[in-house]
Each structure stands twice: as C-alpha cells, then as structure tokens.
C-alpha cells in the first residue's frame, strides 16, 4: 500500500510524502507505482531544478518527501504541487486497495 499525503499550513501546500510500494505488481512490473514515482519525482524537479525554490528532499526504497517553506510555497510552488495532487488523484481512480491520497493540516 503506497500512502501519499499533502501537508498544508495556512491553506497552502508546502510538501507532501510517498511512503511504501502499491504491491499491485511484482517489483518491475509495477505500472501503478511507477506513475506515483513518476510525478512525484517531477515535483522535485519541478521545484529545485525549473523553479529554482529552496526545498528539503529525502528520496529511499519506497519513500519520497518534498517540503519547502511557507514562504517558498507561493506561486510555482502552488501550481507545481497542485498539479502533483490532481495528477496523484487521476491515478489512483479505482485504485483505493493499492494506494490513498490525504491532506493533512500542519
């Protein structure tokens, strides 16, 4: 089960976190956690490399964190990380057994 959850402070999104593999496929075949890799990874590059905005990162086997600051989080930030979440709620239709989408204040 992969868990995705948007962290929102003051009605806007600062971050969100990738924890686990679907277990949809076997490891390779995964074609549901490859699209979550996928446009997770494109924030990222979206942030740092297009954007360039200051952002904390943490990539592992199975976890991806993107945060940056409120201050950071205006502007191309919104769009970037708004985009992310319509893209994430896209893929997961019908989906609710391998992966879920929250959004959680901080």
Do not use: R
């Amino acid at each position: 089960m992969t868990k995705i959850t948007f962290y929102k402070k003051n009605n806007l999104i600062i971050g969100f976190e990738v924890k686990g593999h679907t277990g949809k496929d076997e490891f390779g075949k995964d074609l549901l956690c490859a699209q979550i890799s996928t446009v997770a990874q494109l924030a990222i590059v979206g942030i740092e490399e297009v954007g360039k905005i200051k952002a904390f990162h943490e990539i592992t086997d199975g976890y991806l964190k993107i945060m940056v600051s409120e201050k950071d989080a205006l502007g191309q930030a919104q769009f970037l990380f708004n985009t992310c979440m319509q893209s994430f709620n896209s893929i997961l239709i019908g989906e609710e057994k391998f992966a879920k989408l929250e959004v959680k204040n901080v």
